[in-house]
């Protein structure tokens, strides 16, 4: 009974890391932009994945832990930074939903010589840790949506943005050549853009009512 009660409050935390982790990382950038470009060479695809999804594993179990530590001793400043990542949610869903009114393309035009693997790898974490963005959406944003999970969920939290990140990664470099012409197209684009403004914009509400509760 206590496994079964486990897992039905571990699985809704486990889709809100998911959903979450998706919504950050599928936008149009140099990292989808590089990952892509080394799927479409079928070079060092693995390695390249890889440290893409394990430094963003990393960077989300310290943005979570971290701040959950951080927050542990002040409900007022968790409930605040909770009620900001539900403004931000709202607005980058906002956003989204007006990106999928415009047209735009992933570019990864196959240009450049073939890398080395330690090129390769230097250029996916100078891609990766060198953008600020991904300190303010997955150690900050995520690491205080994170933090407002019980103790025991937040694993499963961190479990389900870490999957969302593998598994896009995963698709980009693998599946580069049966990818790249739908991430040509300015609908296909407007589609996701749709699905991921509808996703925030309800993380947001979900945020906002956790936040609100403690009042």
Do not use: K
């Not at 206590?2 to 599928?26: K, Y």
């Amino acid at each position: 009974m206590q496994t079964a009660a486990l897992v039905s409050l571990a699985f809704p935390v486990f889709i809100q890391g998911l959903g979450l982790g998706f919504g950050l990382i599928v936008a149009i950038g140099a990292q989808n932009a590089f990952v892509l470009r080394q799927g479409l060479r079928r070079e060092h695809v693995g390695s390249v994945v890889l440290f893409c999804a394990l430094a963003d594993a990393v960077l989300i179990a310290a943005g979570v832990l971290g701040m959950a530590q951080a927050l542990g001793g002040s409900p007022n400043l968790a409930r605040a930074l909770a009620l900001a990542g539900a403004v931000f949610l709202a607005v980058y869903g906002w956003r989204a939903l007006r990106r999928a009114r415009q047209a735009h393309r992933l570019d990864a035009a196959d240009t450049g010589s073939a890398l080395t693997p330690g090129a390769a790898l230097a250029q996916a974490a100078a891609f990766t840790l060198l953008n600020p963005h991904v300190y303010l959406d997955t150690v900050l944003l995520v690491g205080s949506i994170g933090a407002q999970q019980a103790d025991g969920l937040r694993a499963w939290f961190i479990a389900g943005a870490s999957t969302a990140s593998l598994t896009w990664f995963t698709l980009l470099g693998f599946g580069a050549r049966w990818l790249a012409p739908w991430f040509a197209q300015p609908r296909a684009w407007r589609v996701l853009d749709g699905l991921i403004g509808v996703t925030m914009c309800v993380l947001s509400a979900l945020l906002l009512r956790h936040a609100l509760v403690g009042l």
